[in-house]
T-cell receptor
């Protein structure tokens, strides 16, 4: 059973508008969440993270929101740019757990149209 | 420049052959990982190593083997026992901080003919 779910395989947004990528999780032990961005034929790169003691973390155009009661997090990109077109992976871990316990969602492919 | 180098970037293999994918890092990270990505799938953990001469199986270790003789190197061997080896393989490393922040290589695409 998937512990980290990204239910939208793809999302298309106009340049300059907001992109909202969603992620749900089932394991209540998860207390640290990350977003990675991946271009085709390249490795993912870390984008932003949030721990469960916060409900929001912001870094430039990127903001991650965490709703623990709903076991839901979202990544907002404002304003969206064509260079943001990539696959975005949500990942979660139990901070006290082993380094190997990072669980990835299946990804959402974002297309930002000029 | 510090980073993770994977080689080869593309590799073709005949059925029944073993193949070894190289992963080298100069970030001085203790922990290293191998992930597999299939189309429409997330990253699935094959093996990871938190320290030299030690490694643990991930979720899909069957048909794979690793070694960690040096801190900088974590090669992955895809054996003939792996039923469906065609995939994109990603190597990563991380600091001991256990934040989940991984530094990935550019990946190796293996195609079995």
């Amino acid at each position: 059973d998937q512990q980290v779910k990204q239910n939208s395989p793809s999302l298309s947004v106009q340049e300059g508008r907001i992109s909202i990528l969603n992620c749900d999780y089932t394991n209540s032990m998860f207390d640290y969440f990350l977003w990675y961005k991946k271009y085709p034929a390249e490795g993912p790169t870390f984008l932003i993270s949030i721990s469960s003691i916060k409900d929001k973390n912001e870094d430039g155009r990127f903001t991650v929101f965490l709703n623990k009661s709903a076991k839901h997090l979202s990544l907002h990109i404002v304003p969206s740019q064509p260079g943001d077109s990539a696959v975005y992976f949500c990942a979660a871990k139990d901070y006290g757990g082993s380094q190997g316990n990072l669980i990835f969602g299946k990804g959402t492919k974002l297309s930002v149209k000029p | 420049d510090g980073g993770i180098t994977q080689s080869p970037k593309y590799l073709f293999r005949k059925e029944g052959q073993n193949v070894t994918l190289s992963c080298e890092q100069n970030l001085n990270h203790d922990a290293m990982y191998w992930y597999r990505q299939d189309p429409g799938q997330g990253l699935r953990l094959i093996y990871y190593s938190q320290i030299v001469n030690d490694f643990q199986k991930g979720d899909i270790a069957e048909g794979y083997s690793v070694s960690r003789e040096k801190k900088e190197s974590f090669p992955l061997t895809v054996t003939s026992a792996q039923k469906n080896p065609t995939a994109f393989y990603l190597c990563a490393s991380s600091t001991p901080l256990n934040t989940g922040e991984l530094f990935f290589g550019e990946g190796s695409r293996l195609t079995v003919l």
